[in-house]
């Protein structure tokens, strides 16, 4: 297994465009999560999947935000008409349940809205 | 609601230095600990996961310790090396997954001087 990928890498848009990433999760992990960084700071929970239910939403995650995991494989944050403020790094990470083995997260997708 | 700080916020050694990061949470009901390593622009590269249960984990040059009671980890850096430069982040898990996923620090960023 490679970890936990996340594409791109690097994206940069202007301001109102949607925008998609995507993330690979280990396969052996049934919970995938989603969490936002911004400069100088930790990186804060948007939302999390078990298998290929949705269980909890952030409200940091507003109504431009939306996220999927179908069959419970690999998932995609779309965030709708980007605004400046949206710029940050997305992080994706993964784990069993309950996180015994702790979490692993991929590289991360460095959003930037112009 | 679980709140985890980590001190000092920077911190700039010469090479071959020993150093202490601290990391404090309000929560001791902790599921596990984990520390990440960040370098700029990339994700979360997991040093070590403590347990509830457990005292301390060591990984080569790195030790990390907890002291459920007193809210507290620190984590050893032993012989300091340029290439330790990076943000170090303390993360808990309250309930061993889900919403509350991981509680993050905002980090210190070490610098080691050739």
């Known amino acids: 297994d490679t970890g936990v990928s996340q594409d791109p890498r690097h994206k940069i848009t202007k301001r109102g465009q949607n925008v998609t990433f995507r993330c690979d999760p280990i396969?052996?992990?049934?919970?995938l999560y989603w969490y936002r960084q911004t400069l100088g700071q930790g990186p804060e929970f948007l939302t999390y999947f078990q298998n290929e239910a949705q269980l909890e939403k952030s409200r940091l995650l507003s109504d431009r935000f939306s996220a999927e995991r179908p069959k419970g494989s690999f998932s995609t944050l779309e965030i709708q008409r980007t605004e400046q403020g949206d710029s940050a790094m997305y992080l994706c990470?993964?784990?069993?349940?309950?996180?015994?083995?702790?979490?692993?997260f991929g590289s991360g997708t460095r959003l930037t809205v112009v | 609601k679980q709140e985890v700080t980590q001190i000092p916020a920077a911190l700039s050694v010469p090479e071959g230095e020993n150093l202490v990061l601290n990391c404090s949470f309000t929560?001791?009901?902790?599921?596990?600990l984990q520390w990440f390593r960040q370098d700029p622009g990339k994700g979360l590269t997991s040093l070590l996961l403590i347990q509830s249960s457990q005292r301390e984990q060591t990984s080569g040059r790195l030790n990390a310790s907890l002291d459920k009671s007193s809210g507290r980890s620190t984590l050893y850096i032993a012989a300091s090396q340029p290439g330790d430069s990076a943000t170090y982040l303390c993360?808990?898990?309250?309930?061993?997954?889900?919403?509350?996923?991981?509680?993050f620090g905002k980090g210190t960023h070490l610098i080691i001087q050739p």
């Open positions: 396969s052996e992990h049934n919970r």
């Open positions: 929560d001791s009901a902790i599921y596990n």
């Open positions: 990470a993964s784990s069993t349940t309950p996180a015994m083995t702790g979490y692993t």
């Open positions: 993360a808990v898990s309250v309930s061993g997954g889900g919403a509350d996923g991981l509680t």
